[in-house]
């Protein structure tokens, strides 16, 4: 008699690291910013399956990218798709929203202005999975209002190294 399969993790993935503006002149904003990200998987994504099914099994994502030197910090969530291949290496797309406590629309305040606190936030990244738990994703993210709200778009984009562990 085969054992009953194990249901599907809630709390799939925790992953830390840091990253940095790569906006320029006003926009640019000053410091590193550490990063916390973790994924849930209550829809069973399974990276060994084929690729539609790894789509069509996104996971959720809940994360926060902390202002250092003045900057702004976002707290952000949405779902995040991950495809992995073969050879151990990932790639992953994430969409969502963000609030964050940035400049909104003064020129003399530091960082881009931004118009609305409520912001979409998206992400796309590529990394390696070192083994069954642990892994490395260098990724870039943007949070801007899409002009859906009044006042300036300015826009976050920052680029970083995030290490996970895959519980």
């Known amino acids: 008699m085969a054992a009953p399969a194990a249901p599907p993790k809630i709390f799939d993935e925790l ?3 840091a990253s940095g503006s790569i906006q320029s ?6 410091g590193v910013f550490p990063d916390v990200q973790v994924l849930f998987n209550p ?3 399974n990276p060994a399956a084929n690729w539609k099914d790894q789509l069509a099994h996104p ?3 809940l994360g926060t990218s902390i202002g250092t030197a003045g900057s702004a910090t976002q ?3 949405g779902l995040s798709w991950t ?3 073969s050879n151990g290496i990932f790639t992953e797309a994430g969409f969502g929203g963000t609030v964050h406590s940035g400049n909104l629309n003064d020129w003399t305040e530091h960082g881009p202005m931004l118009g609305c606190r409520l912001l979409f936030h998206e992400y796309a990244g590529i990394g390696y999975n070192f083994d069954s738990h642990w892994n490395m994703m260098a990724q870039i993210a943007h949070s801007s209002h899409a002009n859906l709200c009044d006042g300036p778009n300015g826009g976050m984009t920052r680029v970083g190294l995030l290490v996970g562990y895959k519980f």
């Open 59 to 61: 996971r959720i994502h």
């Open 15 to 17: 992953r830390f690291g």
């Open 83 to 85: 495809l992995t291949h």
């Open 43 to 45: 829809f069973g994504y």
């Open 25 to 30: 002149g006003y926009d640019h904003e000053n």
């Open 75 to 77: 707290v952000y969530a």
